[in-house]
């Protein structure tokens, strides 16, 4: 285990909690459709692509549609996510994110964003958190979606830092899956039982501190 030089942070869950705004609009989607669409079945969109999403959707609808028409309901669904993406303030950084971003960046670690959203610019704009981050690696610049490892990969060039000084944090089981096949260090934030196969598993940012990182690799 080499030394810990950068830090990678996937968005949705983990600097931010966008899913509801998700499900707000995925559900209106459904119920257009003639389905519902419980709080439940948004958990399986977690990290999961635009498109990808849709297909989940309307797996669970029993709906088969053309490509063209799922572009359009993708579309739709996205104006209807960015009316509330638009509104959202600073204060609904998740606790101890923000803390911990510039503890890390005083330290001289090197942070990167690595995130499924096309909507990530405009996310980190109106938290007003854009400047804390040195590399920006989304939706609009993969062509592979997670658990495939390019996303972190892109990151960590683009800082040129090498995969195995990198630490990920993931809310997603894809995600974890991602950092791992990256040869990444990766801290999952949520359930021990969905993200067990990262190296630490914590209830969220405000557990983690510079001090704490570099136990990484170490024997915690
Ligand atoms: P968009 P992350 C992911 O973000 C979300 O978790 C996932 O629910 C969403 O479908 C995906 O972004 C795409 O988002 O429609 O904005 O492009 O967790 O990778 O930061
Ligand atoms: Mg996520």
């Known amino acids: 285990m080499g030394k810990i030089k950068a ?53 669970i609808g029993g709906i088969t549609l053309s490509d063209a028409e799922k572009e359009r309901l993708a579309e739709k669904k996205n104006e209807n996510y960015r009316r509330y993406i638009l509104q959202m303030q600073p204060d609904e950084i998740l606790p101890g994110a923000k803390e911990l971003l510039l503890e890390l960046k005083e330290k001289g670690i090197r942070i990167a964003l690595g995130s499924a959203s096309k909507n990530a610019m405009t996310i980190l704009d109106r938290l007003e958190l854009t400047d804390l981050f040195e590399a920006i690696i989304d939706g609009t610049k993969v062509s592979e979606a997670k658990p495939n490892p390019e996303v972190f990969l892109k990151g960590a060039a683009e800082l040129g830092v090498s995969p195995e000084a990198c630490v990920v944090f993931e809310d997603a089981e894809a995600g974890v899956e991602a950092a791992l096949a990256g040869k990444m260090r990766c801290v999952g934030i949520g359930s021990p039982d969905i993200l067990g196969k990262a190296n630490l598993v914590i209830d969220g940012l405000h557990q983690m501190s510079y001090t704490r990182l570099m136990t990484l690799g170490s024997d915690e």
């Open 7 to 59: 830090c990678l942070f996937d968005l949705d869950g983990v600097i931010v909690d966008t899913a509801k705004y998700h499900y707000i609009a995925w559900r209106a989607l459904a119920n257009e459709l003639g389905f519902e669409f419980t709080e439940a079945d948004n958990e399986q969109l977690k990290g999961v692509s635009r498109m990808r999403s849709l297909d989940i959707l309307l797996g």
